[in-house]
């Protein structure tokens, strides 16, 4: 028997593996890992549970590392929590919040289970396999499977829970007995019995909250959430509290523990230690857990070959080597964060900037990261000053990279030369002594070189800190000029949206103004001439992008279209959006060279076609990291979308075409459960079918289509009852159409109240 139990919600366990690409087809996944879960050794290859980026899966023999993230059919959380291995050879995949995904022993296909199989909970704490059964611990309970279906709950919704928590942290089994470990205590039954009746242990050990009891087969483990590990062999006979290791000394307070290959193993705040059978031996003392920081709490398994161990934290994955020396640390490429806010391109090499962790540089292998920390004082032209909370991201003319790092500095970073160059234009300097020369928002570049910047603030409303209007660098990259409400027509000083057209006209975007334009160099004069745009003049303005004669406006419930070729501009078209746009959102419009109009919000992306057709992304239909969109960007050479979220970063190519299926002679599947009972969670259909993928859509009996699927993998979830907007449909008669290889099929499935 396998257990793979930690901490769990008590204390949610830590590390940090950064995170490869996740190559889904027309998706990409770069999402950094900043905690660890679980760790499991199989040969070469060392799969790693982690809190933010799903799966990964490291190969020893040439130290790289693959992402396994959410998507449709596939992994259904990037919020792992627990992994075993089940006889059949599927790795049972445990969630918070979307159940168990299993993949399949031949590693190709993933199948769900969750509350509509019987699970008390989809937020899973515990898994553990016996045989053809597996246990699996919830927040609110366990559950049975017996390798076809679940086959009972506890509680089971009609009796009283036998347990004082349900909240359930662990299990061993051995023979007829079955030991389960809650938040308050230990609990027995018996198999035979149909687990009808549990007895609390009480022999020598508290009804502590328990964060994992495991087994090495001769020996219990279990570990309060005090850090003292009881033990106790299969025999009969009391639990012993064991906190000393083989010498005598005290091992510290245990914060994880787990089973791998037969060994108990626990991570404590003085080092990681293993279960000899009578003692704890030290394994290293070189890496301590910190209770007081989540990041800091080590997985640790060991390699079923070698006997060697492995251990991660936030630094990377550490691999003992196998003569004595220090563990060499597996660190793969890493964006600087998932709280993405702006995002540009230059040249293939894509540029990302975050909340408050830095700014990376990714050429489509390798990541270049400028972490945030002290200002950098020595040696800094090769190093961005201080990457602090940097909205404005522009590529200049000249391929040059601008951040506007707030309260700090604007930084231009030359990557083109080598070696690469920084300028910092540091505030305090003239023309004022005001650091909110810092905080640029918006940027563009104008057609003869120069770049300007939309300003925001701190605190808006405080005259004092009012934001700036518009900040000029000339084309020779030195600061030139301020234009604000005060020296110039500007209508308002906080800019969230500029762009410059095909003739030269800087377009600017106002918050609760509307849009302003002006002809850059001016007629007469220095002062930019501004001319509104009307019928905007109450619009807040998130971004704006200029494609052709047409400018698009993101507001905060539409995009509008104005034709920029007559005088004055004349709106010609306008879109709602599913929701407004994040108030963080650095650049959440772009548009595509077909002219493609993408579009982010706080409910994830709207893309609007030439012709008016929209189509949505979000959580739910596809791997977007997050549902809130703080930027996108367009690559110009090969049309691909990259997309900045609060919860990592994606890479969507809209001309990705999967390859044709393999032909089959008759298409043939099934979905079940049919008839199936819709509740206010909806449903979950699924197909079982003879060929290797499906696409296809639900039809209601008016001939209506809720929702479309595409990549369907037999035994895959292929509706949850929800329409592409998430309402959830009615009860009643629906048709479902498959496709695959050429061919299609029909099947009628009943929805229940």
Request: aromatic fraction near 10%.
């Given at each position: 028997m396998k257990h793979r139990l930690a901490i769990g919600a008590i204390a949610l366990g830590s590390a940090l593996c950064s995170a490869h690409a996740s190559a889904t087809g027309?998706?990409?996944?770069?999402?950094?890992?900043?905690?660890?879960?679980?760790?499991?050794?199989e040969g070469d290859t060392v799969w790693c549970a982690t809190g933010e980026a799903g799966l990964l899966r490291f190969r020893p023999s040439d130290s790289s590392f693959v992402t396994i993230a959410r998507e449709p059919s596939g992994l259904a959380s990037n919020h792992v929590s627990r992994m075993v291995r089940d006889r059949s050879g599927r790795l049972w995949v445990g969630t918070l919040g979307a159940g168990v995904s299993r993949?399949?022993?031949?590693?190709?296909?993933?199948?769900l289970v969750n509350r509509f199989d019987g699970l008390p909970s989809d937020s899973v704490t515990a898994l553990a396999a016996l045989n053809d059964t597996v246990f699996i611990g919830t927040t609110r309970g366990l559950a049975l499977w017996n390798g076809s279906f679940i086959t009972g709950a506890l509680p089971d919704g009609f009796n009283p829970s036998p347990f004082a928590s349900d909240y359930v942290t662990g299990f061993v089994a051995f023979g007829d007995t079955l030991w389960v470990s809650t938040t308050l205590g230990v609990y027995r039954s018996h198999l035979s019995t149909r687990l009808t009746t549990w007895t609390l242990e009480t022999n020598n050990i508290p009804p502590f909250p328990f964060i994992g009891l495991v087994t090495d087969g001769v020996t219990m483990c279990a570990v309060t959430l005090g850090g003292t590990p009881f033990v106790r062999r299969f025999a009969p006979g009391p639990w012993q509290a064991k906190f000393t290791d083989i010498d005598g000394a005290s091992i510290g307070g245990a914060l994880r523990v787990y089973e791998d290959h037969h060994r108990i193993l626990l991570a404590t705040d003085l080092g990681l230690y293993a279960w000899t059978g009578s003692d704890w031996q030290i394994a290293s003392l070189a890496f301590p857990s910190d209770p007081r920081n989540p990041r800091r709490i080590f997985a640790f398994t060991v390699d079923p070959?070698?006997?060697l161990f492995y251990a991660?934290?936030?630094?990377?994955?550490?691999?003992?080597?196998?003569?004595?020396g220090p563990w060499r640390l597996h660190t793969p490429p890493t964006p600087p964060g998932n709280n993405v806010l702006n995002v540009n391109i230059h040249r293939g090499r894509v540029y990302v900037t975050t909340f408050e962790e830095g700014i990376g540089r990714f050429d489509g292998r390798e990541w270049r990261v400028w972490p945030f920390g002290p200002r950098c004082t020595v040696g800094c032209d090769t190093t961005l000053l201080a990457p602090n909370y940097p909205f404005a991201l522009l590529v200049d003319g000249q391929g040059k990279k601008w951040f506007?790092?707030?309260?700090?500095?604007?930084?231009?970073?030359?990557?083109?030369?080598?070696?690469?160059?920084?300028t910092h234009f540091l505030y305090p300097t003239p023309p004022t002594n005001n650091d909110l020369h810092t905080r640029a928002w918006a940027s563009t570049a104008d057609s003869l070189g120069g770049r300007w910047f939309g300003m925001d603030t701190d605190d808006f409303g405080n005259p004092e800190r009012a934001p700036l209007g518009l900040e000029y660098y000339n084309p020779l990259g030195v600061y030139a000029a301020n234009y604000s409400p005060?020296?110039?027509?500007?209508?308002m000083g906080k800019v969230h949206g500029l762009t410059t057209d095909r003739t030269g006209r800087v377009w600017v975007g106002y918050t609760g103004a509307g849009i302003d334009y002006f002809l850059w160099p001016p007629n007469s004069g220095s002062v930019p001439e501004f001319q509104t745009v009307t019928g905007t003049e109450r619009l807040d303005i998130e971004g704006l992008v200029a494609h052709g004669d047409t400018l698009w406006a993101l507001a905060t419930s539409e995009v509008r279209a104005f034709r920029t070729v007559t005088s004055p501009p004349a709106e010609i078209a306008s879109y709602p959006i599913p929701a407004a746009p994040g108030q963080l959102a650095a650049n959440p419009l772009a548009v595509a060279r077909d002219g493609t109009v993408w579009v982010g919000t706080v409910n994830g992306i709207r893309v609007i076609h030439p012709g008016g057709l929209t189509q949505d992304y979000n959580v739910k239909n596809s791997p977007l990291?997050?549902?809130e969109i703080r930027a996108i960007r367009i690559d110009p050479a090969t049309g691909a979308v990259w997309i900045g979220t609060t919860g990592g970063l994606n890479r969507f190519d809209p001309g990705y075409r999967p390859p044709p299926a393999p032909s089959v002679p008759r298409l043939e599947f099934k979905i079940y459960p049919n008839p199936s009972s819709l509740s206010a969670l909806g449903v979950s259909l699924r197909l079982e079918g003879n060929a290797a993928t499906f696409d296809g859509a639900i039809y209601d009996v008016q001939g209506r289509r809720p929702r479309r699927f595409s990549g369907i993998t037999s035994r895959?979830?292929?509706w949850d009852g929800r329409t592409e907007r998430g309402e959830l449909v009615g009860p009643g008669i629906y048709f479902i159409r498959v496709e695959s290889g050429g061919k299609s099929s029909v099947s009628r499935v009943a929805l229940l109240r």
């Open positions: 027309a998706w990409n996944t770069y999402i950094r890992t900043y905690s660890y879960s679980d760790l499991l050794a993949l399949s022993a031949d590693g190709k296909t993933w199948d070959v070698t006997n991660a934290d936030q630094d990377g994955l550490y691999e003992q080597p196998a003569t004595p506007g790092c707030w309260g700090e500095t604007i930084d231009v970073l030359d990557d083109n030369v080598s070696p690469p160059s920084a005060e020296n110039s027509a500007m209508r990291a997050d549902d895959g979830l292929v």
